[in-house]
Nanobody, 126 residues
């Protein structure tokens, strides 16, 4: 069973920064993906950022491009999400997710990820 451990959420003022971390207990392969989704109250879960292990390309949701950066430390099995210039509309529960055998066209679909963390709250005040 894969376990994803998240940390780093909290309360920040608009314009501030936070960094989320997620460590996986599971194995990864070239067709694995790992990333972040978020869900605000009353809204669907949406892609924030993700990457596939067989390349160095990262994929971002449109609303966070240019502000958020996903990175990884393979030796530590950890993925990071650096969030800069945070806005009140970024307020949500952020979930780390991991997928096995994912195809490129499914990278942004929550349903394509088999493993999920418990979620960490990010609140941005105006």
């Amino acid at each position: 069973q894969v376990h994803l451990e998240e940390s780093g959420g909290g309360l920040v003022q608009a314009g501030g920064s936070l960094r989320l971390s997620c460590t996986t207990s599971g194995r990864t392969s070239s067709t694995s993906a790992m990333g972040w989704f978020r869900q605000a109250p009353g809204k669907e879960r949406e892609l924030v950022a993700t990457f596939r292990y067989n390349n160095n390309n990262a994929y971002y949701g449109d609303s966070v491009k240019g502000r958020f950066t996903i990175s990884r430390n393979n030796a530590r099995n950890t993925v990071y999400l650096q969030m800069n210039n945070l806005k009140p509309e970024d307020t949500a529960v952020y979930y780390c997710a991991q997928a096995s055998g994912i195809i490129m066209s499914n990278m942004g679909r929550p349903g394509a990820y088999q493993y999920w963390g418990q979620g960490t709250q990010v609140t941005v005040s105006s």
